[in-house]
């Protein structure tokens, strides 16, 4: 007897009502243990969202009793352990995945092992739990339940890792090819089709799709004022449209505001580069890969725009450099001043005081002669000390000029500083671009030299095959080669030749009838049938040698650079 058994019989000795009690008992135990653990500090830093979890927890604990016992017959006592093989897994992984994070690592491989494995056994959970739904309605809020009671937990573990994703580890993850990316790159490509049929650029916000809107319908109005420029205005009627297209044209330009903004006057200019340069386009010698890179510059208006900016911008910046250098001059000159009006003020207290000093000395010679001599010493002395404030006021204001003038100089200083290092990040940003555009056009001329290579690979293989079917075309009836019918006086074999071509046509010259299918269909012997095909073969191959070649037909044009 095995211990499953076992525990069989003793369980089925129990009352009815034990399971539900015991159940109960089991989600009372590990409530417990979770708030166990929660004051003991292993779930710490989890917040309230382990607490809320718990419900999605007994939620799918019941989905997974019912599946266990009900769908899959395990026992009462197996069914235990069928719960902890996912639920009680899946939460201490979870666990542990927030206790490992670190957010000065990021997201290492042992994460991102313990994040899709419990991920994994939650879409189990999930699955489990629709099954043993007990109609349509619940299926998906009971399959959900696992995946919400798990995402709340995942919502602070990614708060405490949020920024600290490293770049390599990131383009690991997203790149790595399975089912889930499969699906997730299936739905932003229909989405970006969508975008595509309609015309519009997901990273746009609702006032730019307008401004470009204005400023499609402005292109479009002028170039059918264009049309109608170009065409005679002899009669009344045509005069009429053409002012009318005029008056459409002027007021569009003016909603566009083209005059006022430089991007929408791009905007209008690249449009209607792209509406005048079609026929350009169409006639495209691919031959030719400079011509090409010429033409697509062309239509861009896009790199004599930023050379313009890019030179404008340092000008701008070099403009912002001399107002700085002239604001620091100008500083270090306010402070030259300054400490010179400060070493004045200096020199005449020093001055001051030793008059003062001279002073006092020759009242004390002359204390004892006369009341008048006292009188003039105070006088003296009240002198000095007003001469004393005076150079101490006059040495305040020197300094408290000198320190409002260094202080603006700063302020001024660090502003045209600041505009000369957003100039210079915009002067990079345009150097990446133009990078960009360089390599681009480095790629696109090298799969035009792989063209060209293709092209000459097919007309020798052309030529090859050309002499082929000239040897085959010997034995060809006479107007085979001129495209002449009928070819064969007997009606029967002239029908078999209509046959075979028809067949020939819809197979794309793949597949021929056979000697068999001629003869039964036609009704003559499978020696003359064998001997139709070899005729037919040759007729074929006399025709299209004859044919001429489409490079011929079609001779190439230029293309204006």
């Known amino acids: 007897m095995t211990v499953s058994d076992s525990l069989n019989g003793a369980l089925a000795g129990l009352p009815s009502w034990a399971p539900a009690v015991g159940t109960g008992l089991a989600l009372v135990a590990c409530l417990a243990v979770v708030l166990g653990l929660r004051r ?3 779930l710490s830093g989890i917040g309230a969202q382990s607490v809320v979890a718990l419900g999605g927890v007994a939620v799918s604990v019941h989905g997974l009793w019912g599946f266990a016992t009900t769908t899959a017959g395990l026992t009462q006592a197996l069914a235990v352990a069928f719960i902890g093989v996912f639920d009680a897994a899946e939460m201490v992984l979870l666990v542990m995945l927030y206790r490992a994070a670190d957010p000065k690592v990021g997201w290492t491989r042992e994460l991102r092992l313990m994040h899709r494995t419990a991920w994994t056994l939650v879409g189990f959970s999930a699955a489990m739990n629709a099954i043993h739904a007990p109609n349509w309605w619940s299926r998906p809020v009971l399959a959900a339940i696992p995946a919400l009671a798990t995402w709340l937990i995942e919502l602070q573990l990614r708060a405490k890792l949020g920024a600290t994703k490293r770049h390599g580890d990131e383009d690991e993850a997203v790149g790595r090819p399975g089912p889930a990316r499969l699906v997730v790159l299936v739905w932003q490509h229909a989405w970006a089709r969508l975008f595509a049929a309609l015309g519009l650029d ?48 002027q007021k569009a330009l003016d909603r566009a505001d083209v005059a006022t903004d430089p991007g929408q006057a791009l905007a209008l200019v690249r449009r209607l580069a792209a509406l005048t340069r079609a026929d350009e386009v169409a006639r495209l010698d691919y031959a030719d890969p400079q ?5 697509i510059e062309g239509l861009a208006v896009t790199p004599a725009v930023e050379g313009a900016e890019a030179s404008s911008r340092a000008r701008e910046a070099e403009a912002a450099r001399q107002r700085a250098e002239a604001a620091r001059e100008e500083a270090e000159t306010a402070r030259q001043r300054a400490e010179e009006a400060v070493d004045a003020a200096r020199k005449e207290l020093e001055e001051l005081e030793e008059r003062r000093t001279e002073l006092d000395r020759e009242y004390e010679r002359t204390a004892g002669e006369s009341e008048g001599a006292r009188q003039r010493a105070e006088d003296a002395r009240r002198e000095i000390e007003t001469a004393r404030q005076r150079a101490a006021d006059i040495l305040t204001t ?21 505009a000369v ?3 210079q990040q915009a002067l990079d940003v345009l150097a990446d671009r133009v990078s960009r555009y360089e390599s681009e056009c480095d790629q696109r001329q090298q799969a035009l030299q792989q063209l060209t290579e293709h092209i000459s690979q097919a007309q020798t293989l052309r030529d090859r095959l050309r002499g082929d079917l000239a040897s085959l075309a010997s034995d060809a009836p006479a107007g085979a080669a001129a495209g002449e019918e009928p070819l064969f006086r007997s009606e029967a074999k002239q029908a078999g030749w209509q046959h075979y071509t028809a067949v020939l046509d819809a197979s794309g010259g793949r597949d021929e009838p056979t000697a068999a299918e ?44």
């Open 421 to 423: 290092q957003d100039r």
């Open 518 to 561: 001629l003869a039964e269909r036609f009704g003559v012997d499978g020696g003359n049938a064998r001997n139709w095909l070899r005729d037919f073969r040759a007729a074929r191959a006399a025709q299209l040698a004859a044919r001429p070649p489409r490079a011929a037909a079609q001779p190439r044009q230029g293309v204006a650079a």
């Open 40 to 42: 003991s500090g292993w």
């Open 398 to 418: 020197a300094q408290q000029e000198a320190d409002a003038a260094r202080e603006a100089a700063q302020g001024r200083l660090t502003e045209l500083e600041k």
């Open 202 to 249: 997901a990273r746009v916000s609702g006032g730019r799709i307008a401004r470009a809107a204005m400023a499609q319908k402005a292109a479009g109005r002028v170039y059918q004022l264009r049309l109608a420029l170009a065409q005679p205005a002899e009669r009344s009627r045509a005069r009429r449209r053409l002012e009318r297209r005029r008056r459409r044209a």
């Open 291 to 295: 011509g090409v890179l010429d033409l």
